[in-house]
C-alpha cells in the first residue's frame, strides 16, 4: 500500500533551520512530482513548495523563497524541504503530497497525502 512517511518536525526557535523529508512506498516516486502543503491553526492547506519527477523542475511559493528549499532523491523515494530562517508565521503541520502531474504538483490533482508532521516555531 501507499505510504508517504514525514519526519524531521518539532519545536525550533526564530531564525533557525530544520529540515522535513517524507519517505514513500508502495508506488513509483520517481513518476510523480512530489511537494509540500502546510496548514497552520484555522487556516486552510497551503501549498509550500513542489518538485517534478525528475528534481529538475522544482516550485516555491512566491512567499517562502529565499528561506525555503525543495529538493528530491528518487534512489531513496525520499522528498526533503530544507527551511531556514524560521519565522512564528511558519508554525504548522507540514503534509506530504503526491502530485497526479509528474512536473507540477501545485494548483494540481492530489494522489496521496501523508499524515503530516508538526512545525512549531517559538521562543
Known amino acids: 500500500q501507499v505510504r508517504l512517511v514525514e519526519s524531521g518536525g518539532g519545536l525550533v526557535q526564530p531564525g533557525e533551520s530544520m529540515r522535513l523529508s517524507c519517505v514513500a512506498s508502495?508506488?513509483?516516486?520517481?513518476?510523480?512530482?512530489v511537494g509540500w502543503f502546510r496548514q497552520a491553526p484555522g487556516e486552510e492547506r497551503e501549498f509550500v513548495a513542489g518538485?517534478?519527477?525528475?528534481?529538475?523542475?522544482?516550485k516555491v511559493a512566491d512567499a517562502l523563497k529565499g528561506r525555503f528549499t525543495v529538493s528530491r532523491d528518487n534512489a531513496k523515494n525520499t522528498l526533503y524541504l530544507q527551511m531556514n530562517n524560521l519565522k512564528r508565521e511558519d508554525t504548522a503541520d507540514y503534509y506530504c503530497?503526491?502530485?497526479?502531474?509528474?512536473?507540477?504538483?501545485?494548483?494540481?490533482?492530489?494522489?496521496?497525502w501523508g499524515r503530516g508532521t508538526q512545525v512549531t516555531v517559538s521562543s
Open positions: 508502495g508506488f513509483t516516486f520517481s513518476s510523480y512530482s
Open positions: 518538485v517534478g519527477w525528475s528534481g529538475t523542475l522544482r
Open positions: 503530497a503526491v502530485g497526479r502531474d509528474p512536473y507540477y504538483i501545485e494548483d494540481r490533482p492530489i494522489l496521496y
